[in-house]
């Protein structure tokens, strides 16, 4: 049996996790987005075989340094990634930071989500906790985006 755990449970994790010196916010991320690419993988193996097309939505927060990583490892793969940032990189998160970095160095972020034919859809918009309601802006922005095959979330 698997032990689903709260926002604020999960956060607490993560940050003994990381105040024990053991593991780093950026390692954290690296996990994260290598689980994703795995459970990818697992759940359509057809995907690990060939070339694909990813859009990658990430978010102004950690989720979205996530979302950076799952792009950078699916290009690594051999994919055709797109990357939308929603916010500002400059107010991200350190880690996230780095990770938008990383990617900026491996191919570009788009102003606004691409249209066209993807075999996946990642959402790293937002992560645990949100609690507020997505902005219209986005949720429009987005919507086009939903009736494609595929779609995967990091957390």
């Not at 799952?70 to 780095?98: H, I, Q, S």
Request: net charge negative; glycine share 10%; proline share 6%.
């Amino acid at each position: 049996m698997n032990e689903l755990l709260t926002a604020a449970q999960m956060r607490a994790i993560e940050e003994a996790a990381i105040a024990s010196g053991k593991v780093t916010g950026l390692e954290l991320m690296e996990r994260a987005g290598k689980g994703v690419v795995e459970a990818i993988f697992e759940e359509w193996p057809e995907l690990r075989a060939t070339f694909h097309r990813a859009v990658v939505l990430c978010g102004p927060g950690n989720n979205g340094g996530d979302g950076f990583v799952v792009a950078r490892l699916l290009k690594d793969w051999g994919w055709e990634v797109e990357v939308f940032l929603y916010g500002d990189p400059e107010r991200m998160p350190p880690d996230a930071r780095v990770n938008y970095e990383r990617w900026v160095g491996m191919g570009e972020v788009v102003p606004v989500p691409p249209h066209g034919d993807f075999d996946l859809i990642i959402d790293a918009l937002f992560g645990i906790g949100l609690n507020r309601a997505l902005p219209s802006d986005l949720v429009e922005t987005v919507d086009g985006l939903l009736d494609r095959t595929l779609l995967a979330s990091p957390n």
